[in-house]
């Protein structure tokens, strides 16, 4: 029999030191208590508001965290708190505790998200572009009119020149982007450019960036973008509440 299986199960529970010291040698100390603190601010402004959570949204919450964890029968749900050293408690406190926190987020900036949107349009745009990287700013020059003249097109430069794997099937592609994304004089040429538009390469301390721009996305508050600022603006006063 090994020492492992020889120990009893009182043994290998986990005291609250043992949990402790172990948060401490993993460095992950300032980040729980971090979130101690935010969970402080979250549970005093939503006491404040008169917030409070009601038992039929604790229902509709588990029967979607078990759906999403796949989790349908009791003996699975049971055994995955079983695993997360969860109580049935616990798990309706962790239930309560991010409907709170949604809760909150809606009263605090539900209404300012429109008005931020109507400010921030430009920030909020997107663009479809390729982008293949050179050291050599004159090679990078060019390419540009090889493209320009017909000889090539930007995708057989891409597939030739970009080093990263991934990056070359992707021909360059990475996701679609925002101005935030980008570095100042790139942006400002990406978001002028009349798509479809090869960009003349622009030199920056990385290289020179011979960019395609495909397609320029103007922004819709729909519901993702939605969800993105509200919890930009949330994130924001937590950092605010946190540090104060």
Do not use: C
Not at 9 to 34: F, G, I, N, T
Not at 119 to 148: P, S
Not at 192 to 212: D, E, M, R, W, Y
């Amino acid at each position: 029999m090994s020492a492992m299986s020889a120990m009893s199960s009182e043994d290998r529970a986990l005291s609250s030191e043992a949990v402790l010291q172990q948060v401490k040698l993993s460095l992950q100390l300032p980040s729980v208590l971090e979130a101690i603190a935010t969970r402080a601010a979250i549970e005093k402004a939503a006491s404040a508001a008169g917030i409070q959570v009601e038992i039929a949204e604790l229902q509709e919450a588990a029967d979607a965290f078990r759906l999403a964890h796949r989790l349908q029968r009791s003996e699975d749900a049971w055994q995955w708190m079983e695993q997360h050293g969860l109580s049935l408690d616990e798990f309706e406190e962790m239930l309560r505790f991010n409907i709170l926190t949604a809760k909150l987020s809606n009263h605090l900036f539900a209404n300012k998200i429109e008005p931020l949107f109507v400010d921030r349009q430009l920030d909020y745009a997107q663009a479809i572009a390729y982008e293949v990287v050179f050291e050599d700013e004159d090679l990078a020059m060019e390419l540009f009119y090889a493209i320009q003249e017909g000889e090539l097109n930007f995708f057989q430069v891409g597939r030739e020149y970009i080093q990263d794997r991934e990056l070359r099937r992707t021909g360059g592609y990475r996701k679609p982007l925002r101005r935030s994304d980008l570095r100042p004089e790139i942006s400002a040429a990406v978001f002028a450019a009349k798509p479809p538009q090869l960009l003349k390469p622009i030199v920056t301390s990385n290289g020179a960036h011979l960019i395609f721009v495909e397609e320029l996305i103007e922004p819709e508050l729909d519901r993702a973008l939605t969800t993105q600022i509200l919890a930009e603006l949330f994130a924001a006063w937590l950092k605010q509440q946190v540090s104060s």
